[in-house]
């Protein structure tokens, strides 16, 4: 017999062939019973499993008339080779080698971790044969029992060749034990799993997530794998890696993933080509954490060929995940906090000089306006954008300034507003209504809080009938002011001067405010005073 390992061409005379391995093999017995040539036979194999190494061991378990060691270094290879050969057939009452493999792999579950591990491996090289045996299956349902187990019975860190039960148990039990040596006792298997292909690990991820396996946990590992794996892989197999993790995280509960990982994770992503796909649930699950976000985080350089600073349609993907993404209930807290986020975006690349008008803009409305509770951070950077791109056409200003909440907008800002010449005079005077409604709506709710104390119950209609008149009396003043657009110099002094009136009624106001308190105080007491007269006279 004679083995050439480039094609696995075994030549072998037809008396050795149908004595020895003819009678093991079903698959040579059936091959050298067509043959017409008495002298010799040429038998080629071009995907014999485990190739000429893995023939061979075949060969002395014909050769030692059915005796060989099946360990778990072998048996795969030993299993593979008896289905390809259809070697079920016993001769002379021994036990044949299929049989004998798969009662080799029913007691998978009294394996050491080491041995499954090597198992493992031996898996990543028959993929194919492997899964369709099952083996593999019965492989990584064993793998992750035992994690099961030994993520409840605390293991031990310090090996990664466990004894015979798989793990070491820890037994130090103490409440004072540190927070590191508690993690680590978590994750000591992360490194003897790293070895594995990413398909295995999908595979065990998989099994993992269905068995319902801490999701931090997994998450981790998917993490400590990727930054594993990138020290020696090429271009090609860095996107491999990096498509497995992020779809095995994408299966995770979003609450259970870190961001900054995930961010990490988004800066390797921009320097390979990985598919779209990935990419999209990549960006998924970062918008759904943008809360947790930091400015750093966001200041993405934009793709090469562009002239804008930073990736804002990136953010704005991610804005999109946030709000209408995985079907998380967005709280008024969250946000907020991301709108507080995107503030400070906003003001970053405001300066940027290629920055499009449309961008900036879309940034501006990418959240609700109820998620803010002031418009000044917006208002400056809208400021800083208009400084920088002088030339914008007046359409183009306005659509900008419509995005503007003014009632949103502090005295002093309105007051900057009123004064600034980068703004449409539109705005100003939008401005300075805004401030107007604002006092009337102060003095008309002194004038109520009055109204309300001496008749109650007529509170809610007379309200709602001030804020009718106000909304009228606001259409034609705005209307009014529009008019005289024209001439924008006294316009713009003439705001100024009934805008230092606004500041000056405020304070007027106030005082109001605080003597109408004292009134309302002084007729609690009297009250009071007046129930409990009858009860001292009886």
């Not at 034990?177 to 690990?201: G, H, Q, Y």
């Not at 509770?373 to 917006?378: A, I, Q, T, V």
């Not at 109204?451 to 009718?468: E, R, V």
Request: net charge positive; glycine share 4%; hydrophobic share 40%.
């Amino acid at each position: 017999m004679a083995l050439v390992l480039l094609f696995l061409e075994i030549t072998m005379s037809t008396i050795f062939a149908k004595k020895i391995v003819g009678s093991y093999s079903g698959r040579l017995s059936k091959l050298f019973g067509k043959s017409t040539n008495a002298k010799r036979n040429k038998v080629v194999f071009h995907d014999f499993p485990g190739g000429a190494e893995n023939f061979e061991l075949v060969s002395r378990f014909c050769y030692n008339e059915g005796k060989i060691d099946v360990n778990p270094s072998n048996i795969l290879f030993l299993y593979s080779a008896a289905q390809f050969m259809e070697m079920n057939t016993s001769v002379s009452g021994t036990c044949n080698l299929l049989e004998k493999t798969k009662k080799s792999i029913e007691e998978i579950s009294y394996w050491t971790w080491s041995d499954l591990l090597v198992a493992l491996k031996h898996c990543q090289d028959l993929q194919p044969i492997a899964t369709f045996s099952g083996v593999l299956e019965k492989c990584l349902d064993s793998l992750v029992g035992r994690l099961a187990i030994t993520s409840e019975a605390s293991p031990c860190a310090s090996t990664s060749s466990p004894d015979s039960s798989g793990f070491r148990l820890s037994c130090d039990s103490r409440s004072t034990e540190s927070l590191k040596n508690s993690f680590s006792r978590a994750t000591w298997w992360f490194e003897d799993l790293s070895v594995l292909s990413p398909d295995l690990i999908g595979m065990l991820i998989e099994l993992m997530v269905s068995r319902k396996y801490n999701h931090v946990m997994i998450s981790r590992f998917l993490f400590h794998y990727q930054k594993s794996k990138f020290c020696t892989a090429s271009s090609d197999e860095k996107c491999k890696v990096l498509e497995i993790v992020i779809d095995m995280l994408y299966t995770l509960d979003p609450i259970s993933i870190s961001c900054k990982n995930l961010f990490g994770i988004l800066r390797v992503v921009l320097s390979l080509k990985i598919g779209k796909s990935c990419r999209n649930k990549l960006e998924s699950m970062i918008g759904s954490q943008m809360d947790q976000a930091t400015l750093d985080n966001l200041l993405i350089p934009s793709p090469y060929g562009s002239t804008y600073l930073y990736d804002v349609n990136l953010v704005l993907r991610f804005l999109k995940a946030f709000r209408h993404g995985g079907g998380w209930q967005l709280s008024p807290m969250r946000m907020k906090k991301v709108a507080s986020l995107i503030d400070l975006y906003i003001a970053e690349v405001a300066p940027d000089p290629c920055l499009k008008s449309s961008k900036f803009l879309a940034l501006l409305v990418a959240l609700p306006d109820s998620a803010r509770d002031s418009w000044d951070e917006l208002y400056h950077a809208m400021d800083i954008y208009l400084e920088v791109h002088a030339g914008l056409s007046e359409e183009e200003k306005m659509k900008i300034c419509c995005a503007l909440n003014y009632e949103k907008l502090s005295t002093e800002a309105c007051m900057h507003l009123s004064q600034n010449a980068r703004f449409p005079s539109k705005s100003t005077v939008q401005a300075l209504i805004s401030q107007q409604l604002k006092l009337k709506n102060l003095l008309q709710g002194t004038n109520n809080t009055k109204l309300y104390t001496d008749s109650p119950l007529n509170f809610n209609d007379i309200q709602g009938k001030a804020k009718k008149d106000e909304a009228t009396k606001q259409v034609v003043l705005y209307s009014g002011r529009l008019d005289i657009s024209a001439e924008n110099e006294k316009l713009r002094a003439h705001l100024q001067r009934m805008q230092w009136r606004v500041v000056e009624l405020e304070k007027v106001c106030k005082k109001m405010q605080t003597q109408m308190a004292k009134i309302m105080k002084s007729k609690v007491s009297s009250h009071s005073a007046a129930r409990s007269l009858p009860r001292l006279c009886s």
